[in-house]
């Protein structure tokens, strides 16, 4: 039987590798956001962020909601088109709001960069990013994450939310994508 194992050429970071960089995250964000008369919003990019926003937000230790944005670049290959299209906005203002937005990855930055100044055109009162996984090579935008999380090689993973094709989100842990299975 094929088994989505099979496809991983090397494991990149396994489950206490993620859990310890959550727990790392959401204590530098415990620390800068000590004020709770402002609202926190975590603004959660489907569908890759949706694991590691669970596992980040249940350890922030002050009030804060969640909403969730859907934003199209990559199509199911494995390049952006560089090319981004809002696919579900947020239902509510966000205005006066310190503004979280939480990412699987930075790649181009073309995302993250773009979804900051949307959100800021929108009158909250900040806006940060997070990011579980940096792959800093691939920039072609100046962008830089808040609260970075992994620095990884030029290479696609996969796993804990992340994608190829749809497929693979399920794994528990983050893997690179053995090129043969794009590369037919
Ligand atoms: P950016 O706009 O190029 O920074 O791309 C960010 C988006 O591309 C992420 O939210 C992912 O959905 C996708 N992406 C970039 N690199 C990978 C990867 O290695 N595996 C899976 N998805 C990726
Ligand atoms: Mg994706």
Redesign the pocket.
């Known amino acids: 039987m094929h088994q989505m194992k099979d496809d991983i050429k090397y494991i990149l970071a396994d489950e206490k590798k993620i859990e310890g960089t959550c727990e790392k995250l959401a204590a530098q964000i415990n620390a800068d956001y000590p004020d709770h008369d402002r609202e926190l919003v975590f603004v959660i990019v489907l569908k890759?962020s949706v694991f590691f926003a669970t596992d980040l937000i249940r350890r922030v230790n002050r009030p804060c909601t969640m909403e969730f944005m859907k934003v199209s670049s990559?199509g199911s290959g494995v390049e952006t088109s560089g090319f981004i299209q809002v696919s579900l906005d947020l239902k509510r203002d966000i205005k006066d709001a310190d503004v979280i937005i939480v990412e699987d990855i930075i790649d181009s930055g073309r995302t993250l960069q773009k979804l900051c100044s949307l959100l800021a055109t929108r009158g909250a009162h900040s806006v940060k990013t997070c990011a579980l996984l940096d792959k800093p090579e691939r920039r072609q935008v100046d962008m830089e994450v808040d609260y970075s999380g992994i620095v990884i090689p030029d290479e696609f993973v996969v796993g804990y939310g992340?994608?190829y094709a749809e497929y693979y989100r399920n794994l528990p842990y983050i893997g690179v994508l053995d090129p043969s299975v794009y590369s037919e």
């Open positions: 890759g990559y992340l994608d």
